[in-house]
């Protein structure tokens, strides 16, 4: 059983810079969710994907974000011109869809972004 | 709106020692609860999850929670600590009316001595 796929595991980047994360999802998982987890935090909620379609956006996304999942599969997450304050863990967790929401969702071992 | 309170940022243990984390939730019906565990550099792992019916739910590890509607909480229990078990405890919540995301807790930081 393959688990969910980040990669990088590490970025560092120069402020100003753009970064992108990739997330490959447990491949017969059709939900797809990005987080960011700063230093003692829990994770908090950026987007989730249905298949290639992006169904929700948390106000913390703000618009030098961008997040895709062109073909239903692997998903990818931008961050353009970054900050300080862009340094964290980004998390990608998938799921089974159901009809009842909230299934389990299973994580991978995170980007660790560091702005300098 | 809602959220998940885990009232304890740092706790300490000694092996063999039983083990209770607290979580509370905010929400006005039963929201689906989890618990995860998060090592140092490490994504989350999940240890067990509610969504109905019996309220004492079993998982991974010889961890169990039980859920309690009158007091809003989902504590976490182990009976007997291994050092293995030192990691970051995640209590989060999903709920029917906020489509897929889940809300997860501050994590309580478990340290295990011998």
């Known amino acids: 059983d393959t688990g969910v796929s980040q990669d990088p595991r590490h970025k560092i980047t120069k402020r100003g810079q753009n970064v992108t994360f990739r997330c490959d999802p447990i491949s017969e998982h059709n939900r797809l969710y990005w987080y960011r987890q700063t230093l003692g935090q829990g994770p908090e909620f950026l987007t989730y994907f249905q298949n290639e379609a992006q169904l929700e956006k948390s106000r913390l996304l703000s618009d030098r974000f961008s997040a895709e999942r062109p073909k239903g599969s692997f998903s990818t997450l931008e961050i353009q011109r970054t900050e300080q304050g862009d340094s964290a863990m980004y998390l990608c967790a998938s799921s089974p869809s159901s009809r009842i929401g909230n299934q389990p969702q299973h994580f991978g071992d995170g980007t660790r972004l560091s702005i300098l | 709106a809602q959220s998940v309170t885990q009232p304890d940022i740092h706790i300490t243990v000694s092996e063999g020692a039983s083990l209770e984390l607290r979580c509370n939730y905010s929400?006005?019906?039963?929201?689906?609860l989890f618990w995860y565990v998060q090592s140092p550099g490490q994504g989350l792992q999940l240890l067990l999850k509610?969504?109905?019916?019996?309220?004492l739910v079993q998982g991974i590890k010889g961890f169990e929670a039980e859920f309690k509607r009158s007091q809003s909480s989902f504590n976490l229990r182990k009976p007997s600590v291994h050092w293995s078990d030192a990691a970051e405890y995640f209590c989060a919540v999903g709920t029917p009316n906020t489509g897929n995301q889940f809300y997860f807790g501050t994590g309580t930081s478990l340290t295990v001595i011998p």
């Open positions: 929400y006005g019906a039963t929201p689906y």
């Open positions: 509610y969504f109905s019916g019996d309220t």
